[in-house]
């Protein structure tokens, strides 16, 4: 079974920055990619950003390119999201996802993802 869990969401004054955790737990897990989107109350989970687990390599959504960060460590099994300059449209709660034999055509929207954590609110004062 595999389990993801986020850590690391909380309230930041705009213009702050926090970093979130993505940790997963369970049996061998080796995905392509892992994500993270978010839902802010009465919209869609929206994607945010994405990292190839083997490559590396990272897209973003157009409204935190070069705001956020997207990383993984292999050896930790954490993917990670370092978030700076927030707003207050960036409050939602923020979720990770794990894509491990879905296409990775798929991973700007959640249904090409498999496992999901539990998410971590993030709140923006404006």
């Known amino acids: 079974q595999v389990q993801l869990v986020e850590s690391g969401g909380g309230l930041v004054q705009a213009g702050g920055s926090l970093r979130l955790s993505c940790a997963v737990s369970g049996r061998t897990f080796n995905p392509k990619a892992m994500g993270w989107f978010r839902q802010a109350p009465g919209k869609e989970r929206e994607f945010v950003a994405v990292?190839?687990?083997?490559?590396?390599?990272?897209l973003y959504a157009d409204s935190v390119k070069a705001r956020f960060t997207i990383s993984g460590d292999n050896a930790k099994k954490t993917v990670y999201l370092e978030m700076n300059s927030l707003k207050s449209e960036d409050t939602a709660m923020y979720y990770c996802?794990?894509?491990?034999?879905?296409?990775?055509?798929?991973?700007?929207?959640?249904?090409?993802?498999?496992?999901w954590g539990q998410g971590t609110q993030v709140t923006v004062s404006s």
């Open positions: 990292v190839n687990w083997s490559g590396g390599i990272t």
């Open positions: 996802g794990a894509v491990v034999w879905r296409p990775l055509a798929n991973v700007r929207s959640d249904a090409g993802y498999e496992y």
